[in-house]
Structures are given as structure tokens and as C-alpha cells.
């Protein structure tokens, strides 16, 4: 837990979420189903993307992470709308609530990221009440950032023990297999987050190298391999290349592509 909190802390997260999933917080909510009345976990929540549209909507609303720089920024940003939220320093698989605690639970490209998904799905499934919703957006492993994160992997350092890649939460069937003993009604829809800001490749790699903490803390641990790291860098740059959906001479392009997920707690 302590080394992916630092992982996260790197750089500035909150400016990626900003400029990549910005708009894929009030679409979670209003997916959910979330408004006033209803108390709201949001797990991984960084910044608190989902966590902020939620209270926007008029939710009781805990926003928990493992790092505690993500929460102070989603803090200070809720601060500057008026909004009260609660902020708790938390794991995902191992969450410091009751059984049945909150109408809805909710993740965005975050509870992904804890190493065993199983023990992170049942914990989602107890936290949420009966009847309850438990909603995720999860990056899918044959879309761009699945294919992001097959290309930074192999330069990175080596994950924990049990760890499972983040986008198998974006198989479908490995997403029934963890949410379908829980659930009674799970229904999942693709969507895409388009990135068309970036005036090329080298400024989308630019962009991640200086501020998505994954990559630097992959770079950092390349700082005495000067070749390996031109390697990670060629890589990176190849990929952006490759994956620009754009037609030829028109702006350049990215689709990301993740699921919908929303579940009902049996």
C-alpha cells in the first residue's frame, strides 16, 4: 500500500484526471442513478472526480483512497464549491466501513488498481446495502489504455505478489466472476473518453511522462539505465504514434475505451 501510494503521489494526477476523465464523473453519477438522500462511497477516488460530481448532486458522500495527496487536492477543490464531503485514507481491500453502509459505492479507473480483485470486489459488494448500486468505470485490456499499460509494463518495476493487471476489471467476464455473486443485475456499456487536445504524439507523451505517476515512477526506476529508459521512451512515442485514430491530415485523435458498470446489490 505505502509504495503505490507514492507511486500516485508522483507528478499530478489530479491534472491528468482534469484533462482525460473530467467529464466521466458526472456521467457515473447521473448513471447511478445519485442524488440527494443517498449516502455515497467513492473508492480510489483521487481527486475525487466522481466524488465531487456526487455531492454535486446532492449525495452524502465519503471519498477514500490510499493516497493522502489526492484526497487534499479533492478537498481544496470541493472547498472551492462549497461542497462537504468526507475524506478517509483507505484501501480498497480493506475498507474502514460497515456492512451495508452506503446506498451506492463507486470507482473510476481506480479500484482497478488494487492488486487482488477479488478481495476488491467483495469488499465494493459488502460495504453497499441490499437493493444498493455499485457503479465503475474500468479501462478495458484491448483499448488504448490497456494497451498503454502493456507498453510501460515491461520497463516498470516488478508488481506485488498477486497482483492482477488493473484492466481485467475491464473483461466482462471477469467483471460477472467478481461483481456476479454479489449482484442480482449487472449491466455494463463501452464507451470511450476522446483525448483530442494534445498537438501530437510528442506532447501526449510529454504529458504522462511529466505528470501520470505510473510512468515516472517507471522512468525513476530506469534513472541508471540511460539506454533502457531511451527504449521506454521510443516505445511510448511509437505507441502514441500508432494508436492516433485521427483520418490523415486532420487533428490528432486518442479513444479510449472503458465500461460502464453498474450493479445491483442482492
Known amino acids: 500500500m505505502a509504495e503505490a501510494s ?5 507528478g499530478d494526477f489530479p491534472r491528468v484526471a482534469r484533462e482525460t476523465i473530467g467529464a466521466t464523473g458526472p456521467l457515473l453519477v447521473e448513471a447511478c442513478g445519485i442524488g440527494p438522500g443517498q449516502r455515497v462511497l467513492d473508492v480510489a477516488a483521487g481527486a475525487g472526480n466522481v466524488a465531487i460530481a456526487a455531492a454535486r ?13 489526492l484526497l487534499d487536492a479533492g478537498r481544496a477543490a470541493a472547498e472551492a464549491e462549497g461542497l462537504e464531503l468526507q475524506w478517509v485514507v483507505a484501501d480498497a481491500q480493506s475498507l474502514p466501513f460497515g456492512d451495508g453502509a452506503f446506498d451506492a459505492v463507486t470507482s473510476s479507473f481506480g479500484a482497478i488498481f488494487a492488486p487482488d480483485h477479488a478481495v476488491t470486489a467483495r469488499e465494493l459488494l459488502r460495504v453497499c446495502r441490499p437493493g444498493g448500486t455499485i457503479g465503475m468505470l474500468n479501462w478495458t485490456p484491448e483499448g488504448w489504455s490497456g494497451r498503454f499499460f502493456a507498453t510501460v509494463a515491461p520497463f516498470a518495476p516488478p508488481p506485488p505478489p ?19 455473486p454479489g449482484s442480482d443485475e449487472i449491466a455494463v456499456e463501452r464507451r470511450v473518453v476522446v483525448l483530442d487536445h494534445f498537438a501530437d504524439a510528442e506532447a501526449l507523451v510529454s504529458f504522462y511522462r511529466a505528470n501520470f505517476g505510473p510512468v515516472i515512477a517507471a522512468f525513476e526506476g530506469l534513472a541508471g539505465d540511460p539506454e533502457r529508459a531511451a527504449a521506454l521512451e521510443r516505445a511510448l512515442l511509437t505507441f502514441a504514434r500508432e494508436t492516433n485514430a485521427a483520418e490523415p491530415g486532420r487533428p490528432p485523435r486518442w479513444e479510449l475505451e472503458y465500461l460502464l ?3 445491483r446489490r442482492a
Open 6 to 10: 507514492r507511486i500516485w503521489a508522483l
Open 57 to 69: 448532486a446532492g449525495a452524502e458522500v465519503v471519498a477514500s483512497d490510499i493516497t493522502p495527496e
Open 162 to 180: 498477486g497482483y492482477e493487471p488493473p484492466v481485467l476489471w475491464g473483461s466482462e467476464p471477469h467483471l460477472r466472476e467478481l461483481l456476479g
Open 261 to 263: 458498470v453498474r450493479a
